[in-house]
């Protein structure tokens, strides 16, 4: 047990993607790309339903609580991880270790949550237009993203605590680029089936719950359009739906993967891509997929926006 507090309180050394020079290169000025682009597209959004008035509506409600969602989700991960990528010291401390892994739990469970509140709402909207204002209404539509919210945060307040307290006397090197539990349970000379259970269960309820909801929710509309709108309108709808269902089947794709995988079927570095695609990849896309290619948002951007970069013009 002295061996293990040692190791804790020296805090770990995350690996990384690579140890190659060019390849730490390439991996940093992808990943920065990426956020970058995470960060402008989030924050465009943001602004952009903040001054439109027409998109004071749910759907952008909650659009802009993603946003929030994916920059703070995305700012937890990639900077650590740019610095670490050009850098000799890639230490990190036992507390810096344990914020990172809340926030990253906080976070990815309240996106699940989040991302089955749109398609519930988007399910309402065209298979029930009629009552959609009295079913989502402003109350509901806080009611909702608290749940999404408080729910995300529960859940790393009983996965944090819990690893922990694990000893890991094995080594302090953990094969990742950042401290998420399945690399941190590897390092345990403990047994860690009881935390293996709790994140299993957690991902049973949240993940799959949520992942069910968003299906169900999409096979209801995809029904109702098939039965309700023309051609043209068909052909639309069911690209709006298809990019929806892609981004959201990545991300919950990536998440079960890593949450409902045995133990002993996991691989470090199958691991990190998997990561890499709901840490960075996701973020990036979830602005250009539900709405930069929306009209209002278009018009917004162009008119309001540029009209406040080029004063000259107005």
């Known amino acids: ?127 029930s237009p009629l009552h959609y204002q009295t079913i989502i209404n402003r109350k509901k539509c806080f009611l909702l993203a608290s749940l999404s919210w408080g729910g995300g945060f529960a859940n790393a307040t009983i996965h944090t605590p819990l690893t922990f307290q694990l000893p890991f006397c094995k080594s302090n090197h953990v094969n990742h680029f950042f401290c998420e539990m399945p690399p941190f349970f590897k390092l345990s000379c403990k047994d860690t089936r009881l935390n293996e259970i709790v994140m299993y269960v957690a991902a049973l309820i949240i993940i799959l719950f949520a992942f069910l909801l968003t299906l169900i929710s999409y096979i209801r509309i995809i029904s109702t359009i098939l039965k309700t709108i023309s051609s043209h309108g068909k052909d639309k709808a069911f690209s709006t739906c298809a990019s929806h269902l892609t981004v959201v089947s990545l991300y919950y794709g990536t998440i079960i993967f890593m949450y409902l995988k045995p133990r002993t079927a996991y691989s470090p570095e199958i691991g990190k891509i998997m990561s890499i695609l709901y840490t960075a990849v996701t973020p990036m896309l979830n602005p250009i997929i539900y709405s930069m290619r929306n009209k209002d948002v278009k018009d917004t951007i162009k008119t309001k926006l540029f009209r406040l970069s080029n004063p000259s013009n107005k």
Do not use: W
């Open 1 to 127: 047990m002295e061996n293990s507090n040692q190791t804790s309180q020296r805090g770990f050394i995350l690996l990384g993607l690579s140890d190659v020079p060019h390849l730490q290169i390439i991996f940093f000025f992808l990943f920065l790309f990426m956020y970058l682009m995470t960060l402008s597209g989030n924050v465009l959004l943001i602004i952009v339903v903040r001054i439109n008035s027409k998109l004071h509506t749910p759907m952008y409600f909650f659009l802009s609580n993603l946003s929030m969602i994916d920059i703070c989700f995305s700012s937890t991960i990639v900077p650590k991880m740019l610095l670490n990528t050009l850098s000799e010291d890639r230490s990190i401390s036992l507390v810096g270790c344990g914020i990172q892994m809340f926030f990253h739990m906080a976070l990815g469970a309240s996106e699940c949550i989040l991302l089955a509140v749109m398609a519930y709402d988007r399910f309402v909207a065209i298979c």
